[in-house]
Nanobody, 128 residues
Framework: EVQLVESGGGLVQAGESLRLSCAAS????????IGWFRQAPGKEPEGVSC????????HYADSVKGRFTISSDNAKNAVYLQMNSLKPEDTAVYYC?????????????????????WGKGTQVTVSS
């Protein structure tokens, strides 16, 4: 079955770094754009970053631009999110999600309702 499994979350202090991993299986990896979304308590899911495995294109939300870096390893069907200079407002459950390449704009626009597959999330907590 389709699986997206996140790992790497944890509790860190402001200014520190975390690296999240998303392991994908059950679908053709390079046919999909993989994105990271996050959801803070009481808020709608927010698009964070996207990567097209087929062409390496990336997108970042303004709130994380310059601090976060998304990357992929197609041989491992994995996507990573390097998060540097973390802020308390980055605190959220971070989800890995996938959408067909042809609908990549859903990820670009942070349209969580358009994503096809979701992981269960990993908690990131940033203390001040």
């Amino acid at each position: 079955e389709v699986q997206l499994v996140e790992s790497g979350g944890g509790l860190v202090q402001a200014g520190e770094s975390l690296r999240l991993s998303c392991a994908a299986s059950g679908f053709t990896f390079d046919d999909y754009v993989i994105g990271w979304f996050r959801q803070a308590p009481g808020k709608e899911p927010e698009g964070v970053s996207c990567i097209g495995s087929s062409d390496g294109s990336t997108h970042y939300a303004d709130s994380v631009k310059g601090r976060f870096t998304i990357s992929s390893d197609n041989a491992k069907n994995a996507v990573y999110l390097q998060m540097n200079s973390l802020k308390p407002e980055d605190t959220a459950v971070y989800y890995c999600a996938a959408v067909l390449n042809s609908s990549w704009y859903f990820c670009r626009d942070g349209r969580y309702d358009g994503m096809d597959y979701w992981g269960k999330g990993t908690q990131v907590t940033v203390s001040s």
